[in-house]
């Protein structure tokens, strides 16, 4: 059985990088007109934070990939001894696109705008 674990956090963390270099190719492609954008400047930050009272420590993060209007992603992997989940949410100017964020998400991309 922790096989079984350990091969779904192995894989979560294997989405998680997947969906970080889509993010990036997706913001490094080139423009409309051929041209690379020079003038683009992605802010990536990790917070790291314990979602669950009286449970382990801050092994749960929050990965912010913000560009120059604050907008871009965060992904969010909630982690406690049974399981890892990782929740990717759109971002548009500094909130979410339609989407509630908690607080600690809120306070990420506040450290991310900031630096």
Known sequence: MP????LLVFLNFLGLIYLT????KKNSSKS?????ISDSKVK???????PFDNIGGD???IL??????NSGAILTSLHNR??????????KNGEGDNIT????EKLAIVKTIKG
């Open 3 to 6: 096989f079984v674990i350990y």
């Open 21 to 24: 270099y889509i993010f990036y």
């Open 32 to 36: 409309s007109n051929n041209e690379i």
């Open 44 to 50: 990536i930050n990790i917070t790291r934070f314990n």
């Open 59 to 61: 092994q749960s993060f």
């Open 64 to 69: 912010s990939i913000l560009d120059q209007n």
């Open 82 to 91: 049974d399981l890892t989940r990782i929740y990717a949410k759109p971002i």
């Open 101 to 104: 964020l908690s607080k600690e």
